[in-house]
């Protein structure tokens, strides 16, 4: 999936559905088969709008003009050849291998993470999340949608934590946060640590190397554990080809919570 259509689904489930910003963004979604060959000023004749506020619109998405959107608009499979690409890590594999392939690897994983989970590092994460006040979770696609799986868990037990979509929002708030701050990071790969994984090239992600803040991760990659700016990781290894991290995520969050709640519910008595 292509840098322009994730930042334009996060614009969409946020933006205020009778601002222009929806509008266009609605029009640039359900027409986006065509953005790559549209002029600005095509487009903004679909639009009903003036080439100046389809620029202003392509910078507030954080591109540079429309130019730059188009040069994101292109959905090509697997473009940047991640071998944990959804479509070909689990539909393909699912069209060739079967349905009963697939509930064996989230089963295998499963199991295995029941039986090599690091117990003692959950609650070293619970008891973090308690000491810190400033909490982000953050990810990507899958993973950032278990970070607001997360945030909405530690909410229903009195914690706040803060995530965003927007990967510039993310990037400005970890190049900017203090020591008081705290991290949890979810990325399967582990590549969102180092790689601008949604941008043309994957360039280097170096700002890590610079923050201030506590940095836990929660991976399948046990390599994170050697960043120097790490201070825990939670590891759950797979065990097939199947990229089976939206379940894994799902386990560990709720063991997290579990021993936050503990640890709160201690401290009430």
Do not use: W
Not at 87 to 113: C, K, M, P
């Amino acid at each position: 999936m292509g840098l322009l259509i994730i930042r334009l689904l996060n614009l969409l489930n946020n933006a205020p559905t009778d601002s222009t910003n929806y509008y266009i963004g609605l029009t640039m979604i359900n027409h986006y088969d065509q953005i790559q060959t549209l002029s600005i000023g095509e487009f903004a004749a679909l639009c009903h709008v003036s080439k100046s506020t389809v620029s202003k619109f392509a910078r507030t998405l954080g591109f540079d003009d429309y130019g730059d959107l188009k040069d994101n608009a292109a959905f090509i499979e697997n473009r940047f050849n991640n071998p944990l690409n959804y479509r070909s890590n689990i539909l393909s594999a699912l069209e060739q291998e079967g349905v009963d392939s697939y509930f064996d690897a989230v089963v295998q994983d499963i199991d295995y993470l029941r039986h090599h989970l690091d117990l003692p590092a959950i609650e070293r994460v619970a008891k973090a999340i308690v000491t810190h006040k400033n909490v982000f979770a953050f990810g990507i696609l899958f993973s950032e949608s278990a970070a607001i799986d997360f945030q909405i868990k530690l909410a229903y037990n009195g914690k706040f934590i803060r995530t965003f979509q927007d990967d510039l929002v993310q990037e400005e708030i970890i190049k900017t946060a203090d020591e008081e701050s705290l991290f949890i990071i979810f990325t399967n790969s582990g590549d969102y640590l180092t790689k601008q994984q949604i941008r043309n090239g994957t360039p280097r992600k170096d700002f890590f190397d610079r923050t201030k803040a506590k940095v836990i991760v929660i991976t399948a990659n046990p390599q994170i554990s050697e960043l120097p700016f790490v201070q825990e990781a939670i590891i759950f290894p797979h065990q097939t080809h199947f990229q089976t991290h939206a379940f894994m995520y799902q386990f560990i969050m709720d063991l997290i919570v579990s021993k936050f709640k503990q640890l709160t519910d201690r401290k009430r008595m």
